[in-house]
């Protein structure tokens, strides 16, 4: 059993940077894949970027070479790192867990959300 706590949206301007956290409790944090979502208006949600328990990432296209998603197991915590941000990038970001270790695929725990808006 895994609860998350995301958190670090907020308001930004074209070309600007945010770093979104996810607290995780539970002693086995470091067994499990977590990934970064994106909720926009009107679109289905969608993987943005995830990372193994052997520390491999994975990017959606929209994100590569833009974001970095990083994970520090002593402190149950993964990490959303976003630069050169455009108003694409609008939505609400959901951190996510599961056991297995394909990133693709359900997630099996979920976080509150924290939303993200990028201005023009």
């Known amino acids: 059993q895994v609860q998350l706590v995301d958190s670090g949206g907020g308001l930004v301007q074209t070309g600007g940077s945010l770093r979104l956290s996810c607290a995780a409790s539970g002693r086995t944090f470091n067994s499990y894949t977590m990934g970064w979502f994106r909720q926009a208006p009107g679109k289905q949600r969608e993987l943005v970027a995830a990372?193994?328990?052997?520390?491999?990432?994975y990017y959606a296209d929209s994100g590569k070479g833009r974001f970095t998603i990083s994970r520090d197991n002593a402190k149950n915590t993964v990490y959303l790192q976003m630069n050169s941000l455009k108003p694409e990038d609008t939505g609400v970001y959901y951190c996510?867990?599961?056991?297995?270790?394909?990133?693709?695929?359900?997630?099996?725990?979920w976080g509150q959300g924290t939303q993200v808006t990028v201005s023009s």
């Open positions: 990372i193994t328990r052997t520390y491999a990432e």
């Open positions: 996510a867990a599961k056991a297995h270790p394909v990133v693709t695929g359900p997630y099996d725990y």
